[in-house]
């Protein structure tokens, strides 16, 4: 369904063309989690859902994928700028019903 918003975060995401914000960088120290298992979640993963931000109005993408050791599964939850930029909103360890384990 989201196969061509995909698409682009990926081929951003490749290309280098990502901001990670300062409080995705908050949660993956929280859950000892990389830029590389951020990139490998979104490389591997899928989109979950589409939601649209309640403020900017802009739509942003959940997205599961595996850790880039593979040994767990990585949220992120990302948009596409105005620019082409990723914008990685925030990044947790997925809880075994699906749901964020902050919560």
Same mark, same amino acid.
């Given at each position: ?9 990926? $081929?951003?995401? =490749?290309?280098?063309?990502? +901001? ?10 929280? $859950?000892?989690? *990389?830029?590389?298992?951020?990139? *490998? ?9 589409? /939601?649209?931000? =309640? ?8 997205? =599961?994928?595996?850790?880039? $050791? *593979?040994?767990? /599964? ?6 596409? *700028?105005?620019?082409?930029?990723? +914008? ?6 997925? $809880? ?8």
């Amino acid at each position: 369904m989201f196969g061509a918003v995909l698409r682009r975060i990926r $081929d951003a995401v =490749r290309e280098n063309r990502f +901001v990670v914000t300062a409080h995705a960088r908050k949660e993956m120290n929280e $859950d000892a989690l *990389s830029v590389f298992d951020v990139e *490998s979640g979104i490389l591997s993963g899928e989109v979950l859902e589409r /939601q649209k931000d =309640r403020v900017t109005a802009e739509w942003k993408y959940r997205i =599961r994928g595996e850790t880039v $050791d *593979s040994t767990g /599964q990585i949220e992120v939850v990302a948009k596409i *700028s105005p620019t082409g930029k990723v +914008v990685i909103i925030t990044v947790y360890v997925p $809880d075994n019903e699906g749901n964020e384990n902050e919560m």
